[in-house]
Nanobody, 115 residues
Framework: QVHLWESGGGLAQPGGSLRLSCQAS????????MGWYRQASGKERELVAV???????DYADSVKGRFTISRDNAKNTVTLQMNSLKPEDTAVYYC?????????WGQGTQVTVSS
């Protein structure tokens, strides 16, 4: 059974930082593409960042230069470092894993950016 456990959400002030982590089990982590998506209230879920098994990364234009995705294959963990946060980054953030043709979602963690 596949599980993705997210942690690290919360409240931050504009310009602040938060770090999200996702620990996976039940998949072959080292060959999986790991990513973060977000869904703001009333909007569709969108890709934030993804890191493929070979280390290639892709970011949404809105977060380039502010967010960094990384992974630790020894710990089956993917991390999203979020700096220079803006109110428009407020959303539920979801961890996603793609292992071959199978995709899996975490339960989501709320990130709120407000003064």
């Amino acid at each position: 059974q596949v599980h993705l456990w997210e942690s690290g959400g919360g409240l931050a002030q504009p310009g602040g930082s938060l770090r999200l982590s996702c620990q996976a089990s039940g998949i072959i982590f080292s060959r999986s593409a790991m990513g973060w998506y977000r869904q703001a209230s009333g909007k569709e879920r969108e890709l934030v960042a993804v890191m493929r098994s070979g280390g290639i990364t892709d970011y949404a234009d809105s977060v380039k230069g502010r967010f960094t995705i990384s992974r630790d294959n020894a710990k089956n963990t993917v991390t999203l470092q979020m700096n220079s946060l803006k109110p428009e980054d407020t959303a539920v953030y979801y961890c996603h894993a793609r292992d071959g043709d199978r995709g899996f979602w975490g339960q989501g963690t709320q990130v709120t950016v407000s003064s």
